[in-house]
């Protein structure tokens, strides 16, 4: 099994920054790709960011120039920084992680909010 946890939401103003942390705990060695969703009130989740256990990374279009995901597989902790954040940013961010042992299988962390004030 693995664990993940989350930090460093909270409230910023629009054009602020901030930096999301997951941190993976368990049977890590069976992880894969990591990344981050988000969940605004009312919508769908929906992928922000992913990168692979090489480093690369993909973005989604309303955060790509803004967003930047980094992994330090060390610490074993994937990075979401955020910066010129947006009233529509605002949503609750999940972590994942993909397994490496079993195919379409996700480990998921319990979300941390992001709130920007415009």
């Known amino acids: 099994q693995v664990q993940l946890v989350e930090s460093g939401g909270g409230l910023v103003q629009a054009g602020g920054s901030l930096r999301l942390s997951c941190a993976a705990s368990g049977s890590i060695f069976s992880i894969d790709g990591m990344g981050w969703y988000r969940q605004a009130p009312g919508n769908q989740r929906e992928l922000v960011a992913s990168i692979s256990s090489g480093g690369s990374a993909n973005y989604a279009d309303s955060v790509k120039g803004r967003f930047t995901i980094s992994r330090d597989n060390n610490k074993r902790t994937v990075y979401l920084q955020m910066n010129s954040l947006k009233a529509e940013d605002t949503a609750v961010y999940y972590c994942?992680?993909?397994?490496?042992?079993?195919?379409?299988?996700?480990?998921w962390g319990k979300g941390t909010l992001v709130t920007v004030s415009s």
């Open positions: 994942y992680a993909q397994s490496a042992l079993v195919r379409g299988m996700n480990y």
